[in-house]
């Protein structure tokens, strides 16, 4: 499943202070 | 997708006006300011985002306290993928609706701003000065002024001029709907209140609450229901037809009528205590007869809007027809200019419109020199008129022979007026060369003027 259908896009800000928990948040939601 | 990151509130908060996010994912606990600061800056700097907040598993009562403050939704951490994304497509889905919802407000709102409201007249100019000084307050309207003139166009101005701005304006003509039907629709009714009330209906002042109420026509409302808005303005709350108890409302009123309210009040049939609570601050709104000089920019606004309408290639208008345009009266003030123009706009072959494309009533009713002038009710004294004619052409002209020009007579007749309601001859008179004199006087010049050539 992913965030976005085909036709859409959109601007996401993820914030969060362990750049660990940044590095997967933006792996799921970039797949 | 865009995907922008940031390690802390502060670096968030700083990306907010660039990116205008749609979605803000992020962690309720930050280094110095906090998720909840985030929510809050991103309310004022990016009024389209969601914000979905993650917290630990034992910090939900902060989760909750944000959810209260406007967050779209929190996540516990530790994080599953598939709630990650379900939640931030629903978010993003949520944020395009808020997106066209703010930009279909800011439509509307530069829609009814002043600047876009033709009427450079003074009149109109002091209409618009008005308008600015009584939006902000939440005080009674009451607009006056002929079958179209703009007075749904003046309160809507007010209302998106005002701080209720964001909230849908409500408007009714008062004449337009039964009076039985009026009342159901202004205070709404129970289920079972009368035969065919099948279920609750909520009433325009309900739905209106927060938000403005314009009340067109208000003068065509029958006593009853008069005394019911009455009730209504003064005690700030509404009895539903049917109901017992009573519901608080806010909501302002904007009047309006073309009838003389006073004259109405002396005759019975409108309320003296209703005329007083409505007419708090009224505003004025002249006849297109009375503001003509904004005849062009309202004929070129119109035939910008029609031709568009019409896929036709208009780009304005012959100075003949224009000069029709000026002399009409105008009953239908700005309501029937834009009709006139719309049938124009059909009719014209070139891509300017001519007298031939006016509407023949427009055409006939302006022969040359005509004057607008309208038989009173009461009637009128024609030698009065006439008296009062030969006086001004005289004031005018200074002198017979131009005064009976003006008035499309010869000099012997005027001068026989003249003595026949024993108005004085200018003082001038006497120095004033005789008509036939005159111009004898010109031929010969003229020939003297030839002989050497």
Not at chain 2, 186 to 208: D, N
Request: include cysteine; charged fraction near 30%; proline fraction near 5%.
């Amino acid at each position: 499943m992913s965030v976005t259908s085909q036709s859409e896009s959109g601007r996401v800000l993820v914030v969060d202070d362990e750049i660990r928990q940044l590095e997967m948040l933006k792996a799921i939601l970039e797949r | 997708m865009d995907l922008e990151t940031a390690a802390s509130a502060e670096a968030a908060i700083a990306l907010l006006r660039d990116t205008a996010p749609y979605v803000i994912l992020t962690d309720l606990k930050l280094p110095r300011e906090d998720g909840i600061d985030l929510l809050e800056e991103a309310s004022h700097a990016a009024p389209q985002s969601c914000v979905i907040l993650m917290t630990a598993h034992g910090s939900i009562d902060n989760a909750v306290e944000a959810m209260k403050k406007g967050a779209f939704d929190y996540l516990t951490k530790p994080l599953e993928r598939e709630t990650v994304v379900l939640a931030v497509r629903r978010a993003m889905e949520k944020s395009r609706l808020l997106s066209e919802n703010l930009a279909l407000k800011q439509q509307l709102k530069d829609r009814f701003s002043l600047p876009n409201i033709i009427g450079d007249h003074g009149k109109m100019q002091d209409v618009f000065r008005m308008v600015l000084k009584v939006a902000p307050s939440p005080s009674t309207v009451l607009i006056y002024g002929e079958s179209g003139t703009g007075k749904e166009l003046i309160a809507r101005a007010i209302h998106y001029n005002s701080p209720r701005a964001s909230r849908p304006f409500h408007a009714i003509n008062c004449a337009a709907i039964p009076e039985p039907l009026l009342e159901s629709e202004l205070f709404g009714y129970e289920k079972g209140a009368f035969t065919g009330a099948i279920s609750r209906k909520i009433g325009l002042f309900e739905q209106a609450s927060g938000s403005t109420l314009f009340l067109d026509e208000v003068a065509d409302m029958e006593l009853a229901t008069q005394a019911k808005l009455l009730r209504t303005l003064q005690e700030r709350e509404i009895r539903r037809v049917g109901g017992s108890g009573s519901i608080p409302v806010d909501v302002r009123i904007i009047a309006a009528t073309n009838k003389d309210l006073i004259v109405l009040m002396r005759e019975g049939r409108f309320r003296e205590d209703l005329y007083y609570r409505l007419n708090v601050v009224t505003i004025l709104l002249p006849p297109l007869r009375e503001r003509t000089t904004d005849i062009p920019r309202l004929v070129d606004h119109f035939i910008a809007r029609h031709a568009q309408a019409a896929g036709k290639d208009v780009r304005g208008i012959e100075d003949a027809a224009l000069s029709v345009l000026f002399k009409y009266r105008w009953p239908g003030n700005v309501r029937q200019i834009e009709s006139a123009i719309e049938r124009a706009v059909l009719m014209v072959d070139g891509s300017k419109i001519t007298v031939q494309d006016l509407p023949q009533e427009i055409r006939q009713e302006t022969p040359a020199g005509a004057l607008a002038l309208e038989l009173p009710d009461s009637g009128i004294s024609f030698e009065a008129l006439e008296r009062e004619l030969l006086q001004q052409a005289l004031r005018k002209a200074g002198n017979i022979s131009r005064a009976a020009r003006l008035l499309g007579m010869t000099r012997r007749t005027f001068q026989y007026r003249l003595e026949k309601f024993n108005i004085p001859r200018p003082v001038s008179e006497e120095a004033e060369p005789d008509q036939a004199a005159e111009e004898t006087d010109l031929e010969s010049e003229s020939a003297r003027q030839a002989e050497p050539l």
